[in-house]
């Protein structure tokens, strides 16, 4: 994992436990609410968010909350030109 995420997941993710992740994840289920688990595969391993290895819960839920992240802009700008390619 690169300096720059690790600080990010460090500062910012609730999955952080010192180093590892605690594997919770969220989503929104329409008549449901909101719905928690814990991933049995990220739980207690080495968070490994980089530029080039992607989390659903670092990418959808903890850079959208962080003010004039970069790191965000930059994934959505990616997302839109590969779903353009793929036209």
Known sequence: MSKQYKGLALKHCANWDTGNCIGAMMSYVK??????????????????????NRCLYFDEIVTPGIPDDKIYKRRKKA??????DDR
């Open 31 to 52: 008549h449901e609410g909101l719905k928690t688990t814990i991933d049995s595969e990220m739980a207690g391993k080495e968070c490994f968010v980089s530029e080039e």
């Open 79 to 84: 997302d839109k030109d590969s779903f353009k």
